[in-house]
């Protein structure tokens, strides 16, 4: 009588554990792709003065394919979770090049997500800003990996297989 209330017990227990794991989409890799990576590199840009949150050093640079623009981005790297700024981009010609410090190849300016349209060259920046709760959809163990989601889209994942290194630069 007694080990029927311990099975019992135990199945109720592993079919609530089982129906609760299922309500949890897990992050998913894209069946289309959102995005193109162009270039991922690690290179710290010293600013002249502390203005903002610092950037990590990693730096994505994506042409954005969809027709509907990124809500958010988040990178999962070496040094954790953290949130990403989105900025449009542009590559530096070889006749601006001298206006500009030395090693920088790219100029950007911040966007909002409805300003960001199919096509445009975006800079994806991870920048530390405290602990940032993991959403459950988010899987533990990923590391060196984007997530991001569209408009009314689930957590999408694009795992970075090769970032490069860049030398730092003084904006001094």
């Known amino acids: ?3 029927k209330y311990i099975v019992s017990a135990l199945i109720v227990c592993v079919l609530a554990a089982g129906s609760a794991d299922a ?3 897990k992050a998913k ?4 792709e959102n995005f193109k990576l162009i270039e991922a590199y690690t290179q710290k840009i010293a600013p002249g003065t502390q203005q903002a949150p610092p950037p990590t050093g990693e730096h994505f640079i994506i042409v954005w394919k969809a027709a509907s623009y990124p809500e958010t981005f988040y990178w999962r790297g070496k040094n954790g979770f953290m949130m990403c700024s ?6 530096i010609s070889k006749a601006e090049a001298k206006n500009f410090p030395p090693g920088m190849v790219y100029t950007s ?3 909002t997500g409805d300003q ?5 060259t975006l800079e994806i920046i991870p920048v530390a800003r405290g602990k940032v709760r993991i959403p459950d959809e988010i899987p533990q163990n990923a590391t060196n990996t ?6 009314g889209s689930g ?3 694009f795992p970075v297989k090769n970032i490069a290194k860049k030398s730092d630069i003084s904006m001094q």
């Open 146 to 151: 984007l997530f991001y989601k569209t408009g």
């Open 155 to 157: 957590w999408l994942l």
């Open 86 to 91: 989105i900025q449009k981009t542009h590559k």
């Open 29 to 32: 890799k894209s069946k289309k």
């Open 23 to 25: 309500t949890v989409k």
């Open 116 to 120: 960001i349209h199919k096509g445009d």
């Open 1 to 3: 009588m007694k080990l």
């Open 109 to 111: 300016q911040n966007v």
